[in-house]
């Protein structure tokens, strides 16, 4: 049985009231593994129905959730009709905001296990949606109706043609510059044999001019 009970019929009545001036004005705390420290339920079957737990604060959070589980979110939001699990609002800031610190897990993660259900929407007045820094898509890209996975794979298809169109210029200027290697060789070969018989021809006239003035001293010398 519970230790207090908070019962009114009447319009505006509060069934139970905490007021506190420096802590919580209520605080709920329970030992059990199924049931919540507190809990808020309302039974109003109207579209117009109150809420199940409601939160305001002047200056701080309407309601904060803090867990410490590994398995359990520290807030969770669930609907089992066709109204949001999760619904967020703001007159000047964001609606909704995910901040996380882990490197395998997503700060926000939107998942749909319908086979044609999406798992993030997004709708603005100037952007649909914003990403600051790289964005990987695993599957097929389409915008306004029209897929890019085949052009994305024509421009592959062409880099890859590039590549090798670049690939094979590069095995033809080393073919060429073998070529003029050899060409080099070939002049320093000739202009090493030119400067051999340059020399040879310079020896063998030097050789032959000899041989003329000898011979014509003994011609002076048969004369006289």
Known sequence: MSTVIGKVSNPGEIG??????????????SHASN?????????NQTDTA???????????????????????GAVVGTN???????????AKGEGVRGVGHSALHGAVVGTNDNAAGIGIFGKGGRLAGQFEGNVEVTGDLTVRGISLSPQVTSLQQQVTGLQQQVASSQQQVASFQQQLTTLHQLVNNIQQQLASLQQKEATDVQGITVSLVTLASRITNLGG
């Open 50 to 72: 109150g809420q199940g737990v409601f939160g305001e604060s002047a200056k701080g959070e309407g309601v904060r959730g803090v867990g410490h589980s590994a398995v359990h």
């Open 80 to 90: 089992d009709n066709e109204a949001p699990g999760v619904f967020g609002e703001s």
């Open 16 to 29: 139970v009231v905490g007021e506190s001036d420096e802590f919580e004005g209520v605080r709920g705390i």
């Open 35 to 43: 049931h919540g420290g507190v809990v808020g339920i309302n039974d």
